[in-house]
């Protein structure tokens, strides 16, 4: 990996464990998202003027697996929401995106999507799994089941479960979008993602709108932070970075493998910033996941 590929994907390691953090720094709700993914739906309008698309030929199944990317990820900003609003953000953050990473193997492999993962896939599989377990027991000396499927019970596996569907259907739709775009793939990504996020702040805009306690979060709390607008500022340049540094290597498994950094990272800032307990379970684990997704991606 080059030094330019290597500071992208640095610096979008720390934005997206930074968006990560604002969200449990400031207990995000539904109205918390609305303002966070509608910034990004602002940042990437100019994809709109500059992607040719014949929008003719996109078809009903387009909008379709985009509704479905779009609820998908409303889901995925509900279980989030609440993760952080019960959880420490040095477990959270670790599960909710190693968890997907075995969900959407299985999904794939059940539904003949992708090719048969290879031994040191399932290897990789093996150590995440066994790291999600370890990370949120209390110490070694006291392993419980129960302390695993508490942690990741509700919220976390909301998370996960979103995660894992919009990843699953966002590699159909865009596909099909690439098709009938004629721009660069950067390009024709930031304007799947305008339309994408777009859906996913009116839908949850909605949501909020029907419930009182979240109309008091949007226009009380939210719109006078700056926390939900550099939480989408953050987001989207992290995915953004990640896109650019595509150019500057050869293999895209080194920029995959590296970006799982941003796990360790949100361990620390929630252990320096936020006061949580580091043990040494949490330590192992979190190890645990970074090398197993590492092992995936090879």
């Known amino acids: 990996m080059g030094k330019t590929a290597f500071l992208l994907i640095l610096l979008s390691v720390f934005l997206h464990a930074g968006w990560n953090f604002l969200s449990k720094a400031n207990r995000p709700s539904k109205a918390f998202f609305v303002l966070a993914n509608g910034t990004v739906a602002l940042l990437t309008i100019p994809f709109v003027f500059i992607v040719p698309v014949a929008w003719g030929e996109l078809g009903w199944k387009f909008w379709l697996l985009l509704a479905g990317s779009v609820a998908f990820e409303v889901i995925y900003a509900i279980g989030l929401a609440g993760a952080y609003k019960k959880q420490d953000i ?3 953050y670790p599960l909710a995106r190693a968890l997907p990473v075995l969900m959407v193997a299985l999904v794939t492999l059940l539904f003949g999507l992708g090719a048969v993962p290879e031994w040191t896939a399932w290897t990789g599989f093996a150590v995440v799994a066994l790291g999600c377990i370890i990370l949120p027991q209390s110490s070694f000396g006291n392993l419980k089941w129960r302390e695993f499927v508490k942690s990741v019970s509700g919220f976390i596996l909301l998370a996960a479960l979103g995660t894992t569907g919009y990843t699953v259907v966002d590699k159909v739709a865009t596909a099909q979008l690439m098709k009938v775009a004629a721009a660069s793939k ?4 930031g304007l799947y993602l305008f339309l994408m996020e777009t859906g996913v702040a009116l839908a949850l805009l909605i949501l ?3 419930s009182g306690r979240e109309r008091v979060e ?3 709390k939210n719109l006078k932070s700056p926390a939900p607008y550099l939480c989408g500022l953050f987001s989207g340049a992290a995915y953004f970075l ?3 540094a595509m150019g500057f290597v050869d293999n895209v498994s080194f920029l995959q493998a590296f970006r799982q950094m941003s796990l360790p990272v949100g361990v ?3 252990v320096v910033f936020l006061h949580e307990k580091l043990t040494l379970p949490k330590i192992i684990g979190t190890v645990m996941i970074v090398l197993g997704l590492i092992l995936t991606v090879f």
């Open 268 to 270: 620390i800032l929630g």
């Open 208 to 210: 909020v709108l029907f």
């Open 242 to 244: 990640v896109l650019a």
């Open 90 to 92: 040095s477990i959270a």
């Open 218 to 220: 949007l226009f009380r």
């Open 186 to 189: 950067i390009s024709e990504l």
